[in-house]
């Protein structure tokens, strides 16, 4: 069974749309991550969580939102769904490790979604 | 300027070549560094960390540059299964907490 599982695997929705992906990890780690992905650009930042109460925005962040339900489960939201949010979404998690220097992430299959 | 930079490619190889990719990056407080491997339409997943006395796993040969800022990828005898995109990615301090900036890859497709 896969460790960080993403759903749904593949969207198409319409401009203007509430859509929510959501995350769920079995590794145990307390941190959280949402990325997107678009061609010719390298993986980047949405927003990120330590733990469950700890909740901070990645660089673009703009009609984005999150939410952090348990340990193992991250959601992200787009509240008005719009084309330019056509991309593949990653969720990726990471173990909190003494001195913090050494960060591999492990990532969800990711989430193919299309805005009309 | 982006904050890590890699050639695109693709880069064509046939099976048996070696192959080296190149990454720059643009923040000298950059504390560590590595390579992801993402294979077409999957998530990317951790290939090797970079150190800087150089490391080798197998065939794979990563160096780190301080001074130049600069990251290299070395696969040696590429088999068809190396084909993938290679991420060059850095691990560095930001607004508290140590963030990794990902490159765009480094295409390479072997073939027989």
């Known amino acids: 069974d896969a460790d960080v599982t993403q759903t749904p695997r593949n969207r198409i929705t319409k401009t203007g749309k509430r859509i929510m992906l959501e995350c769920s990890q079995t590794?145990?780690?307390?941190?959280m991550y949402w990325y997107r992905q678009d061609p010719g650009l390298g993986l980047r930042l949405i927003y990120y969580?330590?733990?469950?109460?700890?909740?901070n925005k990645g660089e673009i962040s703009d009609g984005y939102s999150v939410s952090r339900q348990a340990q193992a489960k991250f959601s992200l939201s787009l509240e008005s769904a719009i084309p330019n949010q056509t991309a593949l979404y990653f969720c990726?998690?990471?173990?909190?490790?003494?001195?913090?220097?050494?960060?591999?992430?492990?990532f969800g299959p990711g989430t193919r979604l299309t805005v009309l | 300027r982006k904050e890590v930079e890699q050639d695109p490619g693709p880069f064509n190889v046939p099976e048996g070549a070696t192959v080296a990719f190149n990454c720059t990056y643009s923040?000298?407080?950059?504390?560590?560094f590595f390579w992801y491997r993402q294979d077409c339409r999957k998530e990317p997943k951790l290939l090797m960390s970079?150190?800087?006395s150089g490391n080798e796993d197998g065939r794979f040969t990563a160096q780190l540059n301080r001074a130049s800022q600069y990251i290299s990828l070395l696969i040696r005898d590429s088999k068809l299964s190396d084909s993938a995109t290679y991420l060059c990615?850095?691990?560095?301090?930001?607004?508290?907490?140590?963030?990794?900036?990902f490159g765009a890859g480094t295409r390479l497709a072997v073939h027989p």
């Open positions: 990726a998690t990471s173990d909190t490790l003494a001195g913090d220097s050494y960060n591999e992430q492990f």
């Open positions: 990615v850095v691990n560095m301090l930001s607004g508290g907490y140590n963030k990794l900036i």
């Open positions: 970079v150190y800087s």
């Open positions: 923040n000298s407080a950059s504390q560590s």
């Open positions: 969580s330590f733990d469950v109460k700890d909740i």
């Open positions: 590794k145990g780690h307390d941190r």
